[in-house]
């Protein structure tokens, strides 16, 4: 029954992940973007097309191949590790359980493409809402106004344009169609998004005892590569620069969403208690003298309050004044007691 649950709830997820995934399609396929206007004497539209440097060929290949690369090795180097310690503790090797650590590696991943697929879908949803302009603009539209003007003519200088179409023809369609989508810059929000998440699972998984720098050295290289990604957004003139600025926001805040309450890399696991680390109980106080002389050779673990023969009164260290004056006199009575039953004997000693 349980494996029917797994089985059950593995297939829901799928099916999730598979609505968000048309969901991106069907908003690219199906919903037009906000068609805004422009000045013709606007000069931060007016930068050369250039190819980019990360192509989307390689976005995708990036964002899907090394995050899900990570989280495997990661997670079969924690089972390796647990299952050395345990034979080198019991004497034996309990088994590697692969599977269980597959499937926590398909869990890891899972959850990491869920949030890929929440960031996509953000990011073009405020792309279509917005409908920026590129800094390429005029370069890919070449647009032309309904009365069949350009921006050369004089009349259109200080003009904000909302009637146009474009009509370059030597610019791709998908080039044309994308040039109303600059905010925010999507490079910018999925690869920091992929980029950050590796680095706040490596804090959350990995353990290195080898060097506790090895860590925030791969940390800070996944962070850098995406930095530098995001910059090329900007020298390709493809974004300006608060288009990346929001993408790198963008993408930071669903990726700290994603691990800290959808993954949940950082909740705390349940510790067993350890029944060597809990106190031992304080020793009763002995009733006879042969029971009081062998506590004396036994090693002082805990004290009692009060003690008797050569050991002198020790008071508890967390009693209070008026406990210790309590047991003060406690003390005071036994030895009275214990006295007075020692029978009396007479040497010869005549007063």
Same mark, same amino acid.
């Given at each position: ?11 829901? @997820?799928?099916? =999730?992940?598979?609505?968000? $995934? ?30 980019? #440097? ?16 990570? &989280? ?23 088994? $590697? ?25 953000? #990011? ?18 070449? !647009?032309?106004?309904? @009365?069949?003007?350009? $921006? ?10 909302? @009637? ?15 040039? %109303? ?42 962070? &850098? ?20 600025? *929001? %993408?790198? =926001?963008?993408?930071?805040?669903? *990726? ?5 309450? =959808? ?7 349940? #510790? ?6 809990? !106190?031992? !109980?304080? =020793? ?16 002082? %673990? ?45 040497? %010869?000693?005549?007063?």
């Amino acid at each position: 029954m349980t494996r029917f649950k797994s089985v059950a709830r593995m297939g829901f @997820d799928l099916l =999730i992940f598979a609505s968000l $995934c048309l969901s991106e399609v069907a908003l690219r396929k199906w919903f037009k973007p906000y068609k805004r206007g422009f000045f013709c004497d606007d000069e931060s539209l007016r930068y050369p097309y250039k190819e980019s #440097t990360i192509s989307v060929l390689a976005l995708i290949s990036i964002v899907l191949a090394v995050p899900s690369s990570v &989280m495997l090795a990661v997670e079969l180097f924690k089972q390796t590790a647990t299952s050395l310690g345990e034979k080198r503790k019991n004497g034996a090797n309990k088994g $590697c359980h692969l599977g269980r650590r597959l499937m926590q590696s398909y869990t890891q991943i899972g959850f990491y493409l869920f949030g890929l697929a929440l960031t996509l879908i953000t #990011t073009h949803i405020t792309k279509y809402s917005v409908g920026r302009l590129r800094p390429h603009f005029f370069a890919v539209c070449q !647009p032309l106004m309904s @009365d069949g003007s350009t $921006c050369s003519d004089a009349r259109n200088h200080e003009r904000y344009v909302e @009637d146009y179409d474009c009509v370059a023809k030597n610019m791709s369609t998908n080039s044309i169609a994308q040039v %109303g989508q600059s905010f925010p810059s999507g490079h910018a929000s999925i690869f920091f998004y992929a980029m950050v998440y590796v680095a706040i699972y490596l804090q959350a998984a990995l353990s290195t005892r080898a060097s506790k720098l090895l860590k925030h050295l791969l940390q800070f290289i996944f962070i &850098m590569f995406a930095w530098y990604v995001a910059l090329t957004r900007i020298s390709d003139y493809w974004h300006h620069w608060s288009d990346v600025m *929001a %993408g790198t =926001i963008l993408g930071t805040l669903i *990726a700290f969403a994603v691990a800290l309450y =959808i993954s949940q890399l950082f909740a705390r696991k349940p #510790t067993r208690s350890n029944s060597s680390l809990a !106190p031992k !109980p304080p =020793i009763k106080p002995s009733s006879s003298p042969s029971s009081s002389a062998k506590s004396a050779n036994s090693p002082p %673990g805990v004290l009692p309050a009060y003690t008797f023969g050569t050991l002198p009164y020790i008071p508890h260290p967390h009693a209070a004044a008026a406990a210790a004056a309590a047991a003060a006199a406690a003390a005071a009575q036994q030895q009275a007691q214990y006295a007075a039953a020692q029978t009396y004997h007479n040497y %010869g000693y005549v007063p």
